[in-house]
């Protein structure tokens, strides 16, 4: 283990190994993907790559690096367990139509042990095992195989596919092993093998008819988590343990003390606002600013549990720096602006609380609720079912 990875040696070593083998690094993009892109947040350092995956020619050629940061939606119900959080950062590497995923997968290795250190006896990979359509992912099982590295084989985790029809194709994943004891099972069998390592041969399109056809050309796509390789590099157990977390855990508990899940969740869901706010996108009831909102309506409802009248509009101006400097956010909105958005944000959810209780305080709504109320509160009170829910448990 080495104290002296942070994220950005990290980065910056990742980056390098690439580039000293024709890599070009591409910057990375923001949350938002282009318009008319039916998805509300970059979810991957390939998202914004997908046309030159397909066959278009990228202007810096065939070989590409980069480091891109990332909003899934979908995990939001995980984040404050160890390994995920709500906007964290890919680093990528890319073969369009140049060299195969052997070659990628050896690379990997190689800057694992070599380039980090990590001692290859933690090290697990899955594999592609085959089904009723493609062959098992033999050239990746070998060059496991020679390197001494336990694999695991499987069918749906280790087929990549980005929806029902579209680009798709064979993975191999690669674990670290988090333990405090030898290495032992599998990664489908013991969640303490982490996920670090994505590399994905993305070589097929799949039609609406389910049938698969060839891609222009024979990609790879990796993905690697930021935070998570920096965690384990540093010997700890939890992403939100990373350097990016420092200045967050130590201020955040002098202003609100929280138990550990709480915390973890007030870090993540702030600072994951103050990036989705530096990126443009404000507070609405629909579509990205409706996942923004999401956000600070939890982290209120986490705070205001022990004390209601704890306020965003506390949140220190270096949390909201070290931030937009950490994502290079140079033209996002000054500490001040943003603890005023909210604020702002705040007073609305309050206000809709107080609503709530009132309404909800009726003869009409001491029963069990069904359908039809849920459909009246929200549409004539604005109140969300979830909230309803929840100001019912109070
Ligand atoms: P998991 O099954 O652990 O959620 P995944 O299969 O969703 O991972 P990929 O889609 O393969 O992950 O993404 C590539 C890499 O990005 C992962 O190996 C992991 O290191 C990192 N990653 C994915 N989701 C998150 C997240 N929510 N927070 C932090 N890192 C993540
Ligand atoms: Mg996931």
Do not use: K
């Not at 507070?283 to 982290?299: D, F």
Request: negative net charge; glycine residues 10%; charged residues 30%.
């Amino acid at each position: 283990m080495n104290e002296n990875f942070d994220t950005d040696t990290v980065v910056r070593t990742f980056v390098e190994y690439f580039e000293d083998r024709g890599h070009r690094r591409v910057t990375g993009s923001t949350l938002l993907p282009p318009p008319g892109d039916p998805v509300l947040f970059t979810t991957s350092g390939m998202h914004p790559l997908t046309p030159y995956l397909e066959g278009r020619p990228h202007p810096l050629g065939r070989r590409l690096v980069n480091v891109q940061r990332c909003l899934r939606t979908t995990d939001l119900d995980e984040v404050g367990d160890r390994t995920h959080l709500t906007v964290f950062e890919m680093l990528g590497s890319w073969s369009l139509g140049d060299y195969e995923g052997r070659q990628s997968l050896e690379w990997g290795y190689d800057l694992l042990t070599e380039g980090f250190g990590v001692d290859p006896g933690r090290l697990h990979a899955t594999v592609f095992g085959g089904d009723e359509q493609v062959g098992p992912d033999t050239d990746s099982l070998e060059m496991w195989q020679e390197r001494g590295v336990p694999v695991e084989l499987t069918v749906d985790d280790n087929w990549w596919s980005n929806g029902p029809a579209g680009p798709c194709g064979p993975d191999s994943e690669i674990f670290l092993w988090t333990g405090d004891t030898p290495p032992r099972s599998t990664p489908t069998q013991d969640d303490r093998w982490v996920e670090i390592w994505n590399h994905v041969m993305m070589r097929h399109r799949r039609l609406d008819d389910g049938s698969l056809v060839p891609l222009p050309q024979r990609n790879v796509d990796t993905g690697l988590g930021l935070e998570r390789l920096t965690t384990l590099l540093q010997g700890r157990t939890s992403v939100f343990d990373c350097d990016v977390f420092d200045p967050w855990r130590g201020l955040v508990p002098t202003l609100w003390p929280l138990d550990e899940p709480a915390l973890r969740l007030v870090c993540d869901h702030l600072r994951s606002a103050v990036v989705i706010l530096g990126d443009g996108v404000r507070p609405s009831h629909t579509g990205r600013g409706y996942v923004l909102r999401r956000l600070l309506r939890r982290t209120l409802t986490v705070l205001w549990r022990d004390d209601p009248s704890r306020t965003l509009g506390d949140l220190p101006a270096e949390l909201v720096r070290h931030t937009q400097d950490h994502f290079r956010q140079d033209g996002g909105p000054e500490p001040d602006a943003v603890r005023r958005l909210l604020v702002e944000e705040e007073r609305r959810f309050r206000g809709l609380l107080e609503r709530g209780r009132r309404v909800l305080a009726r003869p009409r709504f001491q029963g069990p609720l069904d359908d039809e109320d849920f459909r009246y509160l929200h549409d004539t009170h604005g109140l969300p079912r979830d909230l309803v829910v929840s100001l019912r448990d109070e």
